[in-house]
């Protein structure tokens, strides 16, 4: 079957622009992920989506961020204005279902540099 | 709030040594630990994964324990190659399904 597919792979923008990040999960897969994974750490959830809900975005700053799966498919990740602790690699993932715990597939992720 | 501490950092062994990764959680109510491995510049992939209701799985040169009293899990692998060079994540489930990932351990395998 095919992976989690994100776009673009890499992403250099200055501080205060604004960005746009793109998945497509698995093909039946409810329950998308994004996270961001600073350099050295662990990813960290960003937003959980079930089907086109959101379940979690506790973690989210939504003062610049925002996401969306208006279809229940496809996602989007906004960052407006970017700063640049903001520089990290933005990964997606999906699962299953989130009813209990299941493997999470990741995407290859967008890497983000701001200067 | 709730987290994963995952030790060492880095690990770095011979060829064919064993390596072991731990990792304590703190929310008696996880029940879901996954490791993942990823390479430099790749995406994150599941090795292997426990359930609370298991102490102990293998899968050929990888295993890991789960101890749910003292809230511990880690991996084992044995025989290590050259090829298992990478970052590995430990992970527990907050709340059922949302993961936390500890901060990784980068394992160096020498020829």
């Known amino acids: 079957e095919a992976g989690v597919a994100q776009s673009p792979r890499y992403k250099i923008i200055e501080k205060r622009q604004s960005v746009a990040f793109w998945c497509n999960p698995i093909s039946g897969h409810a329950t998308l992920y994004w996270y961001q994974q600073i350099l050295g750490q662990g990813p960290k959830l960003l937003i959980q989506f079930q089907n086109n809900g959101v379940v979690d975005d506790s973690q989210l700053p939504k003062d610049r961020f925002s996401a969306e799966r208006l279809k229940g498919v496809d996602s989007t990740l906004k960052i407006q204005p970017a700063k640049l602790e903001d520089s990290a690699v933005y990964l997606c993932?999906?699962?299953?279902?989130?009813?209990?715990?299941?493997?999470?597939?990741f995407g290859p992720g967008t890497r983000l540099t701001v200067t | 709030g709730e987290n994963v501490e995952q030790h060492p950092s880095t690990l770095s062994v011979q060829e064919g040594d064993s390596a072991v990764i731990k990792c304590t959680y703190s929310d008696s109510a996880s029940n879901y630990f996954p490791w993942y491995k990823q390479e430099l510049g790749k995406r994150p992939q599941l090795i292997i994964d426990i359930r609370s209701n298991v102490g102990e799985k293998k899968d050929q040169r990888i295993a890991v324990t789960l101890n749910k009293t003292a809230k511990h899990f880690s991996l084992h692998i044995t025989e290590t190659q050259p090829e298992d060079s990478a970052v590995y994540f430990c992970a527990a489930t907050l709340n059922t399904d949302k993961l936390i990932f500890g901060t990784g351990t980068r394992l160096q395998v020498f020829p």
């Open positions: 993932a999906s699962s299953p279902t989130s009813v209990q715990p299941y493997e999470q597939y």
